[in-house]
């Protein structure tokens, strides 16, 4: 049965792995059960007390901020009768955690500091405390691990720390932070935000300025992947050559405009100001439009502080789409991160908890507050942008028809969608083998 559902000899993947019980239930239990996943992020949890809730298929992880600066992790479950002891995030007064239910309250390291009537229990030993969780962090992000006996955190990112040194994600923070149900598995959530194939298909609207084509894919052992304009693409400025418009047929600057434009808030208004005054001025002798703004935002992103050493102008305008293997994926930006991060809901294999993280890098001087967590149970009642809602609307689709008997499983192309048929390959390997490692 298992066989059944695994990545097939000839590279097809049995939609049995999108939409059945059986198999949401071994990924729960050998991939979410084991890896390093993604809590949140540092700059929630900034004074002693301070909590976020990670939930994971049935589980509920508490991650607090310990009175000596560290982190610790726990399941979130009383040790009296199993109440969940908090909820979303927030602060835990006086650095105590005490249980709503009878007030067993626990110190920030989760030890058992006190019970009520504790003398006229019989069995409660002195030393009992809420069993640690793996917690660690990189980039600012913070990880937690189920397994008590999983490899190091560091270890299991490899190579993304070296991959995206210059990003210095440990310097962004979260500008907003959104949910939102979607009614697809997790997986093809992930899989959607993890190839450029589909720009031609479902967001026609942008070819005219989207140069889909030219995008490289990377894999690496451990599941995690980039891609983007990797390599040569990033000097030129033009449409997806499957418009077949010639350089005349086109107008740069229009490009250029479209392009920042589409990448919204990613850019300052200021960058998209520079935009105009270099349509306005022509770049200068020797160099193109798009070198002229790549060296220009370079500029004035180090101007407002930002350490831009290991950057190179081509990054400026170019995306490094990144997958955090299992459930991370998003394009990310000097400067700036949009990282979408899709769990199972609970144990139900037809939909996914989305939740869309901007982080930017704040200037020193500018105050930062962390934003509010906006949820949406159902995604219809916000509006995403053209893009996304074309993406989201796909996806019902997408689930709809591989649950239809009809769908002999899912065929890849094996250089576009590389990364989705190595996140497959790998999410094999924990389930078969019980570690990710090839
Ligand atoms: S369940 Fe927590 S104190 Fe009773
Ligand atoms: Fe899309």
New binding site residues.
Partial sequence: MLESMLVQPDGLLPAARYTSQEFLDLELEHVFGKVWQMAGREEQLVAPGDFLEYKIGDESIIVVRTETGGLHAFPNVCLHRGTQLAHGCGHFEGNSIRCPYHSWTYALDGSLRYVPDREEFTSIPDDLALKPVQVDSWGGFIFVNLDPDAKPLLEMLDPLPTLLRAYRMDELKFRSYLSTVIHANWKAVVD??NEAY??QG??QQILPFTDDVSIAYEQFPLGHAHYGQIGTARGILRPSPRLGLEPGEYDEGELLYMRVAALGGAFLGEERDAVQALRDSGPPEGSTLLEAYQERRLRMLGGRGFDTSGLEPAQMTSVEDTYVFPNVVGPLYPGTALMFRVRPNGRDPDSCIKDTWVLEWPAPDAEWKMPKIRDYPNWHDRNWGE?TE??YTNLGYVQAGMKSKACEGLRLNPRQEGNILRMHQVIDRYITEGEGRP
């Fill in positions: 959607a935000f589909h720009v479902l967001h893009i074309q993406d």
